[in-house]
């Protein structure tokens, strides 16, 4: 199939890499280029496309530049006005893109007509949406996914076709050598607690369950806030984690933070995101996406994933 898929940012860094995910894996089975259009400066200090500054594709034919196209050529309709915007879709919906009509009215249709246009446009919240539709097609044209469920091909996907700059996937396995006993399993915990807050008094608990069941563990400590590291490390000995710049209070950390190093609080996520996926096992906030990146690369079963709240 001849085209581009356009995809285009939303959320914070789990959201729009899902998102990603989907688009890679639609190009793989349809033979479209794929462009991510991440210029909306969520985790940017200058005007641009920073997806590079983070990922780079592997199998799946790109376009850098965001591809022209007459009106009529591009799909959904809202898009032929409004492509080369770029800001994220939660700001051009005042943070109402979630309701149906409005995803009807900007992400095509993976499976409808749409795709089928010479410029396709979408976006995701998260793997739900497609999941189940998309990603076992793949075994149709792209025989390593077959036999492989829908969360097992979105994991071969992250792991084969939208791969870490080499320079951050360095940076990963130096952290991790640092910091990970060589001697003890690691328990990964992610505790968001800013415009979301966690369960604080249920983590503590699961947290001293697994201590008991091995008091050996350790605790990757993951959050967006530092009282709730200072006493996770007070109430774990040995727990550890990441230096990373923090939000003020009831704000997130991953917005957009005004004479800081975005990019750099970018590559910090991501860190964490990745160091979560060598840990043996993974608690983490249901509503929170964050933990579902790493639990896919590390190809985590259920019972070695501890959703709260």
């Given at each position: 199939m001849?085209?581009?898929?356009v995809?285009?940012?939303?959320?914070?860094?789990s959201?729009r890499?899902?998102?990603?995910?989907?688009?890679a894996?639609?190009c793989?089975?349809?033979?479209?280029?794929l462009?991510?259009?991440?210029r909306?400066?969520l985790?940017?200090?200058?005007?641009?496309?920073?997806?590079?500054?983070?990922?780079?594709?592997?199998?799946?034919?790109?376009?850098?530049?965001?591809?022209?196209?007459?009106?009529?050529?591009?799909?959904?309709?809202?898009?032929?006005?409004?492509?080369?915007?770029?800001?994220?879709?939660?700001?051009?919906?005042?943070?109402?893109?979630?309701?149906?009509?409005?995803?009807?009215?900007?992400?095509?249709?993976?499976?409808?007509?749409?795709v089928?246009?010479?410029?396709?446009?979408?976006w995701?919240?998260?793997?739900?949406?497609?999941?189940?539709?998309?990603?076992?097609?793949?075994?149709?044209?792209?025989?390593?996914?077959?036999?492989?469920?829908?969360?097992?091909?979105?994991?071969?996907?992250?792991?084969?076709h939208?791969?870490?700059?080499?320079d951050?996937?360095?940076?990963?396995?130096?952290?991790?050598?640092?910091?990970?006993?060589?001697?003890?399993?690691?328990?990964?915990?992610?505790?968001?607690?800013?415009d979301?807050?966690?369960?604080?008094?249920?983590?503590?608990?699961?947290?001293?369950?697994?201590?008991?069941?091995?008091?050996?563990?350790?605790?990757?400590?993951?959050?967006?806030?530092?009282?709730?590291?200072?006493?996770?490390?007070?109430?774990?000995?040995?727990?550890?984690?990441?230096e990373?710049?923090?939000?003020?209070?009831?704000?997130?950390?991953?917005?957009?933070?005004?004479?800081?190093?975005?990019?750099?609080?970018?590559?910090?996520?991501l860190?964490?995101?990745?160091?979560?996926?060598?840990c043996?096992?993974?608690?983490?906030f249901?509503?929170?996406?964050?933990?579902?990146?790493?639990?896919l690369l590390?190809?985590?079963?259920?019972?070695?994933?501890?959703?709260?709240?």
């Open positions: 001849d085209g581009t898929l995809i285009k940012a939303s959320g914070g860094m959201n890499l899902q998102a990603v995910l989907l688009g894996g639609f793989l089975h349809t033979g479209r280029r462009h991510v259009d991440w909306d400066g985790y940017a200090d200058s005007p641009g496309n920073v997806f590079h500054e983070f990922f780079r594709l592997r199998g799946v034919e790109e376009v850098e530049t965001l591809p022209k196209a007459a009106p009529e050529d591009i799909a959904p309709e809202y898009w032929r006005e409004n492509l080369a915007r770029p800001e994220a879709i939660e700001y051009l919906f005042d943070n109402t893109h979630f309701r149906p009509e409005v995803v009807e009215a900007t992400s095509i249709d993976l499976g409808g007509p749409d089928d246009a010479p410029v396709a446009v979408g995701a919240p998260n793997l739900d949406w497609y999941i189940g539709g998309l990603l076992p097609r793949l075994a149709e044209v792209r025989p390593e996914f077959a036999g492989l469920d829908a969360v097992a091909a979105a994991g071969r996907l992250l792991r084969e939208v791969v870490l700059r080499e951050l996937a360095e940076r990963v396995e130096r952290t991790r050598t640092e910091l990970f006993p060589a001697d003890a399993p690691v328990c990964g915990v992610h505790v968001r607690h800013t979301l807050e966690s369960p604080l008094e249920e983590f503590i608990r699961v947290m001293a369950a697994k201590r008991a069941e091995n008091p050996r563990t350790r605790f990757l400590v993951c959050t967006d806030n530092v009282m709730v590291q200072r006493t996770l490390g007070r109430l774990f000995p040995g727990s550890f984690w990441t990373k710049m923090m939000p003020e209070p009831g704000e997130v950390l991953h917005g957009h933070l005004p004479g800081e190093d975005n990019v750099e609080k970018g590559r910090q996520a860190v964490d995101m990745y160091l979560l996926a060598h043996s096992e993974i608690i983490h249901a509503p929170s996406s964050f933990a579902r990146i790493p639990i590390a190809g985590l079963p259920p019972s070695r994933s501890t959703a709260i709240g």
